[in-house]
């Protein structure tokens, strides 16, 4: 096999576990739909808890997906230029120029499926809702389980709501 198909086969092997990454990414709001409902009938710290785990894995998992999606693009488009314009390394390569441009449709796929996906505004959006919970852990530690439930109630609307209103909501 020569080296020409290896390098395509490898480009389209990462573009595809990068498309399989963000399609995982896009739908974890599922669990934490899903967890919700489940902890309902619980005690309201219970539920203050599982939400805040919730959070802050979700914020973990968009953080990642974001600045991977950016790191990935940068490097496939760095990548692609060094490729084609280095003359050192891959003078007379006929497989430079195909090669080059899998890995700038690559970076402009990942880049294109972020923005598309809203991964920025999902990865803040449980930023924020992680950071008020803790929040209202550390300002309030002896508080009573009404205001608890309306705090909670409040963040997670807040959360929910940002959710919606994303750009990438309805395409």
């Known amino acids: 096999m020569s080296k020409r198909v290896l390098f395509s086969i490898a ?6 576990v990068i498309f399989v990454c963000i399609y995982i990414a896009a739908f974890w709001g599922q669990h934490n739909w899903i967890a919700s409902q489940k902890a309902i009938s619980e005690d ?5 808890r599982a939400v805040l ?7 973990r998992v968009w953080s990642v997906a974001y600045h991977g999606t ?13 490729i084609l314009k280095s003359d050192i390394f891959f003078k007379d390569k006929p497989w430079k120029t195909d090669v080059s441009a899998a890995l700038a449709a690559t970076a402009a796929f990942v880049i294109s499926a972020s923005e598309v ?13 992680r950071t008020e919970l803790v ?21 997670i609307q807040r959360h929910d709501q940002q959710w919606v209103s994303l750009p990438s909501a309805g395409k």
């Not at 309201?44 to 203050?48: C, E, H, Q, V």
């Open 11 to 16: 480009t389209v092997t990462l573009g595809g």
């Open 44 to 48: 309201p710290l219970t539920i203050a």
């Open 53 to 59: 785990r919730e959070y802050d894995i979700a914020a």
């Open 70 to 82: 950016l790191i990935v693009s940068v490097v496939c488009s760095a990548l692609s230029a060094f």
């Open 117 to 129: 996906i809203g991964i920025h505004d999902k990865w803040q959006a449980n930023r924020g809702a």
């Open 135 to 155: 929040q209202m852990f550390l300002l309030n530690p002896d508080i009573d389980k009404a205001e608890l439930r309306r705090k909670l109630a409040e963040i």
